[in-house]
């Protein structure tokens, strides 16, 4: 998964819950991203950034909170979950001009 | 609105044959493509790409082809194998963001022994 690792694979919440995921990156890729999955809907920005410190909004931030402290590290977190929010979660990096790379997804489902 | 449309949910095709997978946009900005596999509980797998100044790219069974006036490109598999069975997604990026891309909603391929 072109060295993307995330944290947890899987969770169960229960709504009003918090939890945050982690994505980490072993090489120096200034671009990282956070998609969610749902059936039918394909692959749906919420937050992305564009080097360390930074993060912008994407398709569907609501919800969600990001940081980019260390450059390696991009966290995603859910404030208060609601059960709209179970999802399969994608994180990515850039590498090259377009290309993203993803890793291998948190499955959470919020009760 | 979808800028970028898969309208085929899914797709059977017989091991050997060809399989032809659609992919419709509308933002005239698009700048490059790309198409990504994807296996259940995996990660999306890139796949192969297209800039905007090709009509073509291939890369061993797969070929990407880009027809910009009709704002439209498929993936053609040759020749299909059972493992080729997952969804792919097609994306595009904006020649305006160096850095987003919007996906397409997914085509289920089925490719049967």
């Known amino acids: 998964n072109a060295g993307v690792t995330q944290t947890p694979k899987f969770r169960v919440l229960k709504t009003g819950q918090s939890m945050t995921l982690l994505c980490a990156q072993d090489?120096?890729?200034?671009?990282m991203y956070w998609y969610r999955q749902d059936p039918g809907m394909g692959l749906r920005l919420i937050h992305y950034s564009v080097g360390e410190g930074t993060t912008a909004k994407g398709e569907v931030p609501d919800g969600y909170n990001v940081s980019r402290l260390k450059k390696q590290n991009f966290l995603l977190g859910l404030e208060s979950a609601a059960p709209s929010q179970t999802s399969v979660y994608f994180c990515?990096?850039?590498?090259?001009?377009?290309?993203?790379?993803f890793g291998p997804g948190t499955r959470l489902l919020v009760l | 609105d979808q800028q970028v449309k898969q309208n085929s949910p899914s797709l059977s095709v017989q091991e050997g044959r060809i399989s032809i997978l659609n992919c419709d946009y509308t933002n005239s900005m698009f700048d490059y493509f790309l198409w990504y596999k994807k296996y259940p509980a995996e990660g999306p797998t890139f796949l192969i790409s297209i800039s905007s100044i090709k009509d073509k790219n291939e890369d061993g069974r797969f070929t990407v082809f880009l027809n910009k006036s009709a704002k439209h490109l498929s993936l053609h598999i040759v020749p299909s194998q059972p493992g080729d069975s997952a969804v792919y997604f097609c994306?595009?990026?904006?020649?305006?963001?160096?850095?987003?891309?919007?996906f397409g909603k997914g085509t289920l391929l089925t490719v049967n022994p």
């Open positions: 994306a595009a990026k904006d020649g305006g963001s160096n850095y987003k891309l919007t």
């Open positions: 090489m120096n890729h200034e671009y």
């Open positions: 990515a990096i850039k590498r090259g001009a377009e290309t993203q790379y």
